[in-house]
């Protein structure tokens, strides 16, 4: 698509704030290992601002026994706003006490 860009982002941007246009495409990588039951769930997200467009899992490029591998968030900027992506990092049958990582980025989107 014409104009669009993409903003790729990692563990090390956990804290920022990007700023992005409406139809821009965010990829967020983080590292997960399902194996061990930990995973990253999304925390409740602005859809007016912000849509997810898609997740995915990729396993490291040579998985062994219990090895993990990149989950990937895919998110488009729906309108002008500001947003924030949150994640955590747990077990969700262990509830809030099996977090072990949280990931938060404040989103401002132009059109």
Do not use: C
């Amino acid at each position: 698509m014409w104009g669009v860009t993409t903003k790729h982002l990692s563990a090390a941007d956990n804290g920022q704030t990007i700023s992005v246009k409406v139809g821009d495409l965010i990829v967020l990588r983080l590292d997960e290992n399902p194996t061990t039951g930990y995973q990253w769930q999304l925390e409740p997200l602005d859809e007016r601002v912000l849509e997810v467009s898609g997740t995915s899992f990729e396993l490291s490029p040579s998985p062994t026994i219990g090895s993990g591998g990149t989950r990937e968030f895919r998110f488009t900027a729906r309108a002008a706003g500001h947003a924030r992506i949150a994640l955590k990092h747990w077990q969700p049958w262990s509830g809030e006490s099996s977090v072990t990582q949280r990931f938060s980025v404040g989103v401002d989107v132009s059109s």
